[in-house]
């Protein structure tokens, strides 16, 4: 939405609504796209989504089946995950004050979920159906850490044009 539509859910950042949130913000273009032409014909969305809706509801039925899931770093990425969450926490406070911190803690929760999902999802397309403990592997632990510093960026950018005072370096 716009930036008014923003403070009207979210009024401030000083009340811890706006931690529990993830925010991805992005420029739109100024180009108008033709919506007249022939090439604007819609396409049955059944025809799109039906086999990814089939492959996700499997998904979902092996969840189901499992009741529970037990999710785990190894010691390593334990480690490594404390130490960079650790930092950014540090560096955030730095630039952007004491209230930012809750903004990198809630990351932190977000991103051991997103990988979590991510593995769920790797161990699915592998056809391991075996109840056992998902272990992160290296390159999911990789692909959550691009898209939770991504979302750090954005969320600190969006923290920046909505907090009340002004003298963040970012």
Excluded at 110 to 139: D, G, M, W, Y
Aim: hydrophobic letters at 35%.
């Amino acid at each position: 939405g716009t930036p008014g539509q923003f403070r009207g859910v979210i009024p401030d950042t000083e009340n811890g609504l706006f931690s529990r949130f993830l925010y991805y913000s992005y420029k739109g273009t100024n180009k108008f796209k033709n919506v007249f032409g022939s090439a604007n014909k819609r396409v049955p969305m059944k025809d799109k989504l039906e086999s990814f809706a089939t492959q996700v509801y499997c998904l979902y039925q092996k969840c189901e089946f499992w009741d529970e899931i037990e999710f785990q770093w190894t010691r390593e990425q334990e480690n490594l995950l404390f130490n960079k969450f650790k930092n950014i926490n540090a560096d955030c406070i730095e630039k952007f004050g004491e209230d930012s911190k809750a903004i990198v803690f809630r990351l932190a929760v977000s991103f051991t979920r997103i990988a979590a999902i991510i593995s769920v999802v790797r161990k699915f397309e592998n056809q391991q159906f075996k109840k056992t403990p998902i272990i992160c592997l290296q390159k999911d632990l990789d692909i959550s850490l691009q898209i939770a510093m991504t979302l750090l960026e954005h969320s600190m950018d969006t923290y920046i044009k909505n907090t009340k005072t002004t003298n963040h370096n970012f």
